[in-house]
């Protein structure tokens, strides 16, 4: 096998997601833990955002440019190199999720116990179905009281519509939890609450072994065996492949915070998680092990301090090598770009890299050269496909409030949009610019960044919009139709698409029913 061929075999490049407070910052802190990236608790910071009051949304900018440093998080374990991308914990910025949901190859997803699945577990798994990206579901917090266990993994398929196979089930949970029997390796390990990151563990390949009753007594080691028995005769065979496929999601169970069952769950992930995964262009399939390289940006990251204006553009590797300060092709400006100070994240640290390979994230220094979906390669022409915007949540129109200033009042909107802070459509009957976003504090972020990056000043109008839909039709005429009966509603997305404004649920119904042969689509790529 080439070096090549190793180097990217051996990446596990994902994403965890979850609902607030579900645990992802303590769960992405206890792998960093066990892959030796970091030696003590509390250093991963960036999720706290969230705890932030969501009006001070200065202060979580400048939580969001510490967060640069653990945007994605590099360490080595067990001959593997993981990858963790962050996600943003504020809900406001889902879109940046959505976005980094494009980069990973596959997610790991925190449920809490007492809560089950929430609503924003359930809109992010949308996208990893839409992508078909491989999932394994962690359920946290065992040390205290939740859902009956088997409720849960039937509201797991219902709501995130999903098959799902336990390879690790609880022996209790709250004060009497006792640890879980890790069917994937076919061992107990035994639970002590403990900020420290060893396990007791028991081989156990034969659950009837009278061993059981030793440890954790006779009436739970009864519940366990019937669970078990009823798991193995419930659910199909864990299969690798459906994982693989996105069709079926292992559970593992345990307690981030107690660092229970996160070793067992970071030593399947490497197992079964997949290395880079082949990723289509508009023109071919892309092979991650086939040189040359090319990739895409999925996230530019602003830095809001005047002082250091710039911006740091986050750049998936999706095929080869990537070397520093050599010529490579921005494709959409048909130019060659060489790039002298790239930097890779390991170990929570920013640093120059002279190489890195398929799966890898870098960071490249940018000036507004970057737009979120821009492709960069060794010389072909390669568009990469599968960088969705969803229809936003909240509409405003944008007017300028400074009529000298409208030049510069454009180029800011522009700028942002192309950093994808937000999304831009153009009314096509007045004309008029409406900025949709996921949540209010980024239309906060667009007049401050307006006004102090290039002067400008902009007002925010209230329009009443449930939801943007791209529009495609097969006839031509229809299309025309539709557009001509809904003049007043149709707008032009940044890129020329024609999007229908339904200004209530009930208009949009009503449009699908009257226009049958009109397509309405949530997401740009359809
Ligand atoms: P998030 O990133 O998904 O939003 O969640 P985060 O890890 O910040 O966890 C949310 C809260 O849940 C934190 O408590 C955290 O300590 C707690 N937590 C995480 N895992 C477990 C677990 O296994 N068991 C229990 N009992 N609690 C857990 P907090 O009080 O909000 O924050 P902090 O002051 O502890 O940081």
């Given at each position: 096998m080439s070096d090549l061929i190793k180097e990217i075999q051996k990446r596990r490049t994902f994403a965890i997601i979850s609902h607030p407070d579900a645990g992802k910052t303590t769960l992405t802190e206890k792998l960093l833990l066990f892959g030796g990236a970091i030696h003590v608790a509390g250093a991963v910071k960036s999720n706290k955002i969230k705890k932030t009051a969501t009006s001070d949304w200065m202060e979580i900018e400048k939580q969001r440019g510490i967060s640069v440093a653990t945007s994605v998080m590099g360490f080595e374990y067990d001959g593997y190199k993981v990858n963790i991308l962050d996600t943003p914990g504020h809900q406001d910025f889902a879109e940046d999720t959505y976005r980094t949901l494009t980069a990973v190859d596959s997610v790991i997803i925190a449920v809490d116990i007492a809560k089950g699945v929430e609503m924003q577990t359930r809109k992010l798994m949308e996208v990893c179905r839409m992508r078909k990206t491989p999932v394994i579901v962690f359920i946290n917090k065992l040390d205290r009281d939740g859902k009956d266990p088997f409720d849960l993994l039937d509201e797991l398929e219902e709501e995130l519509k999903i098959k799902v196979r336990p390879l690790s089930w609880p022996i209790d949970m709250g004060h009497t939890f006792k640890g879980v029997y890790n069917l994937f390796q076919e061992k107990l390990d035994l639970y002590t609450p403990s900020k420290q990151t060893v396990t007791e563990s028991v081989e156990l390949r034969d659950i009837n072994s009278p061993d059981l009753e030793n440890h954790i007594g006779?009436?739970?080691?009864?519940?366990?065996?019937?669970?078990?028995?009823?798991?193995?005769?419930?659910?199909?065979?864990?299969?690798?492949?459906?994982?693989?496929?996105?069709?079926?999601?292992?559970v593992f169970f345990g307690s981030a915070l107690n660092n229970f069952g996160v070793r067992e769950l970071l030593d399947c992930f490497v197992k079964i998680a997949p290395s880079p995964r082949p990723v289509l262009a508009q023109e071919r399939m892309v092979e991650p092990e086939k040189d040359p390289f090319s990739g895409f940006i999925f996230k530019i990251h602003a830095n809001m301090d005047p002082n250091h204006r710039s911006c740091i553009a986050f750049l998936k590797i999706c095929s080869g090598t990537?070397?520093?300060?050599?010529?490579?092709?921005?494709?959409?400006?048909?130019?060659?770009?060489?790039?002298?100070?790239?930097?890779?994240?390991?170990?929570?640290?920013?640093?120059?890299?002279?190489?890195?390979?398929?799966?890898?994230?870098?960071?490249?220094?940018?000036?507004?050269?970057?737009?979120?979906?821009?492709?960069?390669?060794?010389?072909?022409?390669?568009?990469?496909?599968?960088?969705?915007?969803?229809?936003?949540?909240?509409?405003?129109?944008?007017?300028?409030?400074?009529?000298?200033?409208?030049?510069?009042?454009?180029?800011?909107?522009?700028?942002?949009?192309?950093?994808?802070?937000?999304?831009?459509?153009?009314?096509?009957?007045?004309?008029?610019?409406?900025?949709?976003?996921?949540?209010?504090?980024?239309?906060?972020?667009?007049?401050?960044?307006?006004?102090?990056?290039?002067?400008?000043?902009?007002?925010?109008?209230?329009?009443?919009?449930?939801?943007?839909?791209?529009?495609?039709?097969?006839?031509?005429?229809?299309?025309?139709?539709?557009?001509?009966?809904?003049?007043?509603?149709?707008?032009?997305?940044?890129?020329?698409?024609?999007?229908?404004?339904?200004d209530s649920n009930y208009v949009l119904q009503m449009a699908q029913q009257d226009f049958k042969t009109i397509s309405f689509h949530f997401n740009s790529e359809f």
């Open positions: 006779k009436h739970l080691a009864n519940q366990l065996r019937s669970d078990i028995e009823l798991i193995e005769g419930v659910y199909p065979k864990f299969d690798v492949d459906d994982y693989l496929r996105g069709e079926l999601a292992p990537f070397e520093r300060n050599v010529n490579y092709k921005h494709v959409r400006f048909n130019k060659m770009m060489r790039f002298s100070s790239p930097t890779a994240f390991m170990a929570q640290k920013k640093e120059t890299v002279d190489e890195a390979f398929a799966g890898d994230i870098i960071g490249l220094p940018d000036t507004g050269n970057f737009k979120i979906g821009d492709t960069l390669t060794a010389g072909e022409m390669l568009h990469f496909k599968g960088l969705p915007s969803f229809s936003p949540e909240m509409f405003k129109y944008i007017e300028n409030a400074d009529p000298m200033k409208t030049k510069q009042l454009n180029k800011g909107i522009d700028q942002l949009m192309d950093e994808g802070v937000a999304q831009l459509f153009t009314n096509q009957f007045n004309g008029r610019k409406i900025i949709g976003t996921v949540g209010q504090l980024q239309f906060e972020v667009i007049q401050y960044r307006l006004l102090h990056e290039y002067g400008a000043q902009c007002r925010w109008e209230p329009i009443n919009l449930h939801k943007a839909c791209w529009i495609e039709c097969d006839c031509n005429e229809d299309l025309e139709n539709f557009k001509k009966r809904k003049y007043q509603y149709m707008a032009k997305d940044k890129e020329g698409r024609d999007v229908f404004l339904a």
